[in-house]
């Protein structure tokens, strides 16, 4: 899919103190540099699953590590055809990973910058020093100026340019193997990738440095989060007040808000049945942490039985929203209040259509529902730091690589995602395969159907990648 400018694109660096900043300067009084990222830029933490899982990647592509200890790295997920997300540190993307479903598994995709965190110990070609101002300029490898190429590089394969003295130079992709080039008189070795490298400065800092760098952007953010949630509640004096909570950590940072703006209020839970076990857990530690009520909502058997009638969920059928949501909500809010205030973790850098809502509405489904929205302009990256810096409990799925927070089998996951998924928690997907086979026979549908993921969509797309 294009690129997708959902907001202003927030991430710096501050050299000094080596650690991301979301705005133009840092609390130690040095102004930041811009970091280039792709839209949407809603940047994240890497967590130590992240780091780990990029760290594997890259071994096996270069022979080293990437991320060393002690260096911040944030993520940048982009669109493409599946899942892809930058790397960022020192103040530039230095790589970038995707998942190919086709092949059932991940590609790493350099720059020039990941060879000042680790000299490749594979994955390499040697240019001629005639040819390092054509390459530095964009231009590809070609057989007159190749001095050496690693054994193992295959036609296809990513690769780092590097100088006779060590200097990374380019990144792209082999256009021809180690046996073939050495042979080669002319032709085209490597295939460079021309993109933006920015500045890029090491150094080593942790997230509690971050927090710190941040502070006076967190309190401004939250401040104007909090005096919203105060505006609506006084222009709605009447109406019942909520929050929904979910498990995530986009609801939990507007519980935080909603709290230090009107005090406590009620949460309201829709249990869809289908959750991840440590869901359930965050939101027992979050009411039992902060001392709240909590009204849940139930859809028992609903989901099964629409899809017998229905098929799967889709990305362009999602009907298991109104039937395991919204409908329990808004029977839930007209058997009790009538209507109902609900504070609500949507955020603009999530999806277009969230882009384009109001901060304050009501869904044509749930019409005695007025809904808000305290946290509509902050990045995933305002999100974590905030609930880094109030120690809040965030759920520990997002420390598990799973950034996506509801329904184990939302058709709105990646299938990078589901292959996790399927690693870590057998017996759901098993359950859930059961079901995908089950329909698919009884509709007489095609096994790639179900094995290949295509439950997930009823229509195709076209999904292109600034990064071919």
Not at 5 to 29: A, F, I, Q, S
Not at 334 to 340: I, L
Not at 341 to 363: D, T
Not at 429 to 451: F, G, H, I, M, T
Request: aromatic content about 8%; hydrophobic content about 35%; glycine content about 6%.
């Amino acid at each position: 899919m294009a690129k997708s400018y959902l907001g202003k694109l927030v991430l710096h660096w501050c050299d000094e103190c080596k650690t991301p900043v979301l705005g133009r300067k840092c609390l130690c009084g040095a102004e930041t540099r811009q970091v280039q990222v792709t839209p949407p830029g809603d940047i994240r933490p890497a967590f130590q699953a992240d780091i780990e899982h990029i760290n594997n990647l890259y071994r096996l592509y270069f022979g080293v590590d990437l991320i060393p200890d002690n260096h911040i790295a944030v993520l940048n997920k982009i669109p493409d055809k599946d899942r892809m997300e930058e790397i960022v540190m020192g103040g530039a993307v230095v790589c970038a990973i995707r998942y190919l479903p086709d092949n059932q598994r991940w590609e790493v995709l350099p720059r020039i910058h990941s060879a000042l965190y680790s000299r490749p110990a594979r994955g390499f070609v040697i240019a001629d020093d005639g040819a390092i101002e054509s390459i530095k300029s964009g231009s590809s490898l070609l057989a007159p100026g190749l001095v050496d190429i690693h054994p193992d590089v295959m036609e296809g394969d990513e690769v780092l340019i590097l100088t006779r003295d060590g200097e990374c130079i380019g990144a792209g992709r082999a256009r021809v193997g180690a046996k073939e080039a050495v042979n080669m008189d002319r032709g085209q070795i490597v295939r460079t990738r021309k993109a933006g490298q920015g500045i890029c400065i090491p150094g080593e800092s942790t997230w509690e440095d971050a927090i710190e760098s941040n502070s006076t952007i967190l309190t401004n953010v939250e401040t104007e989060a909090v005096n919203f949630v105060r505006s609506i509640k006084s222009k709605n004096p009447d109406l019942f007040a909520s929050v929904s909570y979910s498990g995530g950590k986009d609801s939990l940072a507007t519980l935080l808000v909603v709290q230090k703006a009107i005090g406590k209020v009620p949460l309201i839970f829709s249990d869809t049945g289908l959750e991840f076990p440590e869901t359930y857990k965050n939101i027992e530690d979050v009411v039992a942490g902060y001392d709240l009520e909590i009204i849940r909502t139930g859809a028992g058997d609903a989901f099964w039985e629409t899809m017998e009638r229905e098929g799967p969920p889709s990305v362009d059928a999602r009907w298991c929203c109104s039937v395991c949501k919204l409908n329990p909500v808004k029977e839930l809010i007209k058997e009790n209040w009538g209507e109902c205030l609900s504070f609500i973790g949507q955020r603009k850098y999530e999806s277009l259509a969230r882009m384009k809502s109001p901060r304050v509405w009501r869904n044509f489904k749930v019409q005695v529902q007025l809904s808000a929205s305290p946290i509509q302009h902050w990045t995933a990256l305002h999100v974590f730091l905030y609930l880094f810096q109030e120690k809040a409990p965030y759920n520990e799925l997002y420390e598990r690589r799973i950034d996506r927070i509801g329904c184990f089998m939302c058709p709105s996951s990646d299938i990078a995602t589901f292959e996790t998924i399927k690693i870590d928690y057998p017996e759901l997907w098993k359950e859930w395969e059961q079901k995908l086979v089950d329909y698919r026979e009884k509709n007489e549908l095609p096994e790639s159907w179900a094995l290949n993921f295509e439950w997930r969509k009823r229509g195709e797309t076209d999904d292109t990648s600034s990064y071919s």
